[in-house]
């Protein structure tokens, strides 16, 4: 992350929605949003302003008051002017609408959460979805799945996170790096 970009923990209470939000969050949503972060971790930080306004994750703060949480991992976005701030907050929502599912990749990813029973509304899906039809399920080729295995670090701080990072990276191990 740049200097203009840094990752900090910020009270709940202090983040304040952006009134003219063209975003709105139902009930049902939220609740499965506040389901996904109970599950996998806060993932996806806040985006804020320098007074705490909320640029994106509005639904995230909703869920975050759910589930009483008392702070959230935030990114202040000191280096927008004030008309970018508004066209992000545009930009962050529809941009994710625009791509299209791969259905056949999609059909497989579920199926493969299906027969190991794992709570399917926890992707935001739900069991009655089915993207493809079940006549050509036969027609399908069969696709080879192969395992991926995870290895969780805990560090303290920043530094120390990207120093395992490195090390990792440096023996040819594939990495990722995430903050809860």
């Not at 702070?71 to 941009?95: F, G, I, S």
């Not at 069969?142 to 290895?151: G, K, M, R």
């Amino acid at each position: 992350m740049s200097k203009k970009q840094q990752l900090e923990q910020v009270a709940v209470e202090s983040l304040i929605p952006y009134a003219r939000n063209a975003r709105k969050h139902s009930d049902e949503q939220v609740a499965q949003i506040a389901a996904s972060i109970r599950e996998f971790g806060f993932n996806a930080p806040v985006l804020v302003d320098g007074e705490n306004g909320i640029i994106a994750g509005h639904g995230r703060v909703l869920a975050a008051r759910k589930l009483g949480l008392k702070e959230v991992p935030c990114v202040r976005l000191l280096h927008l002017t004030d008309t970018q701030r508004r066209a992000y907050v545009l930009a962050d929502n529809k941009l994710a609408l625009n791509a299209e599912w791969d259905e056949e990749m999609l059909e497989l990813e579920l199926s493969d959460l299906r027969e190991i029973d794992y709570d399917i509304s926890l992707t935001g899906f739900n069991e009655s979805e089915n993207l493809t039809s079940h006549e050509n399920e036969q027609q399908k080729p069969e696709v080879q799945i192969h395992s991926v295995f995870e290895v969780v670090a805990e560090c303290q701080h920043e530094e120390e996170q990207q120093m395992v990072y490195n090390i990792l990276t440096e023996k040819g191990i594939k990495c990722r790096l995430s903050t809860l």
